[in-house]
């Protein structure tokens, strides 16, 4: 499967599930070739991914994985750390954006927010259970 919005966003093999069982949840979300431009800021990565695990009884757990990042023409080292924040003019990207809820967590892969103008998500995982 292939979207676009010209001039906007592009993205290939869209992937999203959500699996159940009675102690756990576990969430991913996933494209490949991302390119897209927010606030005027082009932003492309060969592969991006979310996964977001939630264990009855046990702290939740998420990681995502970006492969190739690149900020307006600059290659981005990715850390893999919780929120790794990149400036940009006017605003900001979080790589492996991890907010924790009770029971769960969410993540977000990649966020790329222009203050005012725009807040994009791409890739986004959550898993909860009580």
Known sequence: MTIGIPSTFDGEVLHAV?????DQVASEASLANLGM???GIGIAADFVMASALAVLGVESSGSSIIANLWINGTPIQVTGDPNQTIAIPG???VINEQTAFPGGTTVNAL????????????????AGIQ
């Open 18 to 22: 959500t699996i159940g069982w009675p």
């Open 37 to 39: 431009t927010v606030g």
């Open 91 to 93: 605003g900001q990207v």
């Open 111 to 126: 966020r790329a927010t222009v203050f005012g103008v725009a807040d994009v998500v791409i890739a986004s995982a959550t």
